[in-house]
């Protein structure tokens, strides 16, 4: 059973950064992709940032230069950093990785809370 188990969420100013983790119980080289969603109070749940094959990244256009995925191998770790929040960054933010076929799985979700 694949786990993922993020952390690093929290309140911070509005201009601050958080470094949020996801680490899997298994290799992440096992995935087509892993990154990063997240939804916010009354909203559905987006897309923020991800790797995909080759180790390619993307980011949504709302988090573009602000934010930046990266991973450590040994440790089948993916982070997020984010730099220059801003109050619409509020929300829980999710891990998210998928494996060929039907195979999708989530983490539990970690709160960032941007405070104007």
């Known amino acids: 059973q694949v786990q993922l188990v993020e952390s690093g969420g929290g309140l911070v100013q509005a201009g601050g950064s958080l470094r949020l983790s996801c680490a899997a119980s298994v290799s992440i080289f096992s995935f087509n992709a892993m990154g990063w969603y997240r939804q916010a109070p009354g909203k559905q749940r987006e897309w923020v940032a991800r790797f995909t094959g080759g180790g390619i990244t993307n980011y949504a256009d709302s988090v573009k230069g602000r934010f930046t995925i990266s991973r450590d191998n040994p440790k089948n770790t993916v982070y997020l950093q984010m730099n220059s929040l801003k109050p619409e960054d509020t929300a829980v933010y999710y891990c998210?990785?998928?494996?060929?076929?039907?195979?999708?799985?989530w983490g539990q979700g970690t709160q960032v809370t941007v405070s104007s």
């Open positions: 998210n990785a998928a494996q060929k076929g039907p195979y999708e799985y």
